[in-house]
C-alpha cells in the first residue's frame, strides 16, 4: 500500500494523499469535537507510521486544515510540543517535509493569522515551505508564504508574498523569547479556528521548544 488508510478521531480525521506533483500529502482537518488523551496518542502514533512509507520517504506535503478546531488546553500543546521536541523526529521532518499549508477561516480570522504567524515565525522560522490558506485545496500561489531561513526568499510565481515584518511590542507578562512565544501561542488557540484553536502539531512540530526552557 502506497500510503496508510484514514484515521477518523473525532477531534481530528487523518487523511492521506497524493498532492502536488505526486508528492504525499498528509492533511489533518480538525473537527469541533474534544480532544482525548487517547485520541491524541493515536494521532501521533499515525504520524511516526505515516513518515515510515516508502513515498513518504522522498519527502511529503502537511496540511493543517483548523477551521473548525476547539481550544485546546495548554497541557495538550506542551504534550505535542513534547512530541516534537525528540531529536529524531525534528531530524525527520527537517529532511522530508518540503511544504506545510496552514487552513484557517476566510475574512477578520485569516487577518489575525497573518500577523500572529508573522510574529511567531520572526523568532521561530518555519522548517519547510509554509502557506497560509482558506481551503484545503485553494493553490498555493493563492495564500500567504513563509519561507524557512535557508531559502531567503520568495521563488517567483510560487506564492502571491512574502509576510510583512512583525511590530512586536512585548507585554509585562511575556519576558524573552521564551514568554513571547507562550503569548503569541495562546493568541493562536484564541484566534486561528472556529470557534477557535491553534495549530497543534504545526506549533510542535515548528517551535518545539516552546514547552522547554529558553535563554
Same mark, same amino acid.
Given at each position: 500500500?502506497?500510503?496508510?488508510?484514514?484515521?477518523?478521531?473525532?477531534?481530528? #480525521?487523518?487523511?492521506?494523499?497524493?498532492?502536488?506533483?505526486?508528492?504525499?500529502?498528509?492533511?489533518?482537518?480538525?473537527?469541533? *469535537?474534544?480532544?482525548?488523551?487517547?485520541?491524541?496518542?493515536?494521532? #501521533?502514533?499515525?504520524?511516526?507510521?505515516?513518515?515510515?512509507?516508502?513515498?513518504?520517504?522522498?519527502?511529503?506535503?502537511?496540511?493543517?486544515?483548523?477551521?473548525?478546531?476547539?481550544?485546546?488546553?495548554?497541557?495538550?500543546?506542551?504534550?505535542?510540543?513534547?512530541?516534537?521536541?525528540?531529536?529524531?523526529?525534528?531530524?525527520?521532518?527537517?529532511?522530508?517535509?518540503?511544504?506545510?499549508?496552514?487552513?484557517? @477561516?476566510?475574512?477578520?480570522?485569516?487577518?489575525?493569522?497573518?500577523?500572529?504567524?508573522?510574529?511567531?515565525?520572526?523568532?521561530?522560522?518555519?522548517?519547510?515551505? #509554509?502557506?497560509?490558506?482558506?481551503?484545503?485545496?485553494?493553490?498555493?500561489?493563492?495564500?500567504?508564504?513563509?519561507?524557512?531561513?535557508?531559502?531567503?526568499?520568495?521563488?517567483?510565481?510560487?506564492?502571491?508574498?512574502?509576510?510583512?515584518?512583525p511590530e512586536i511590542q512585548p507585554g509585562s507578562d511575556a519576558?524573552?523569547?521564551?514568554?513571547?512565544?507562550?503569548?503569541?501561542?495562546?493568541?493562536?488557540?484564541?484566534?486561528?479556528?472556529?470557534? @477557535?484553536?491553534?495549530?497543534?502539531?504545526?506549533?510542535?512540530?515548528?517551535?518545539?521548544?516552546? @514547552?522547554?526552557? *529558553?535563554?
Amino acid at each position: 500500500m502506497a500510503l496508510p488508510e484514514p484515521l477518523p478521531l473525532g477531534f481530528v #480525521t487523518l487523511r492521506p494523499r497524493l498532492g502536488d506533483a505526486g508528492l504525499a500529502e498528509l492533511v489533518l482537518q480538525a473537527a469541533d *469535537h474534544p480532544f482525548t488523551d487517547d485520541g491524541v496518542t493515536k494521532m #501521533t502514533d499515525y504520524i511516526d507510521d505515516f513518515l515510515k512509507y516508502d513515498l513518504v520517504k522522498k519527502g511529503f506535503s502537511i496540511v493543517y486544515d483548523l477551521r473548525s478546531l476547539r481550544v485546546p488546553s495548554l497541557s495538550l500543546v506542551k504534550q505535542l510540543a513534547d512530541w516534537g521536541r525528540d531529536p529524531e523526529r525534528q531530524q525527520t521532518f527537517q529532511r522530508m517535509n518540503k511544504i506545510c499549508k496552514v487552513v484557517v @477561516s476566510e475574512g477578520w480570522r485569516f487577518g489575525v493569522a497573518k500577523r500572529i504567524l508573522s510574529a511567531f515565525f520572526a523568532m521561530c522560522p518555519p522548517v519547510c515551505d #509554509t502557506f497560509l490558506l482558506t481551503a484545503v485545496d485553494q493553490s498555493s500561489s493563492e495564500g500567504l508564504y513563509f519561507a524557512p531561513p535557508e531559502t531567503g526568499k520568495l521563488d517567483e510565481g510560487t506564492a502571491s508574498g512574502a509576510p510583512p515584518e512583525p511590530e512586536i511590542q512585548p507585554g509585562s507578562d511575556a519576558v524573552g523569547k521564551g514568554g513571547m512565544l507562550r503569548r503569541l501561542l495562546r493568541q493562536l488557540l484564541d484566534f486561528l479556528a472556529e470557534p @477557535s484553536g491553534a495549530p497543534l502539531v504545526y506549533a510542535a512540530h515548528f517551535c518545539p521548544s516552546i @514547552s522547554g526552557p *529558553h535563554a
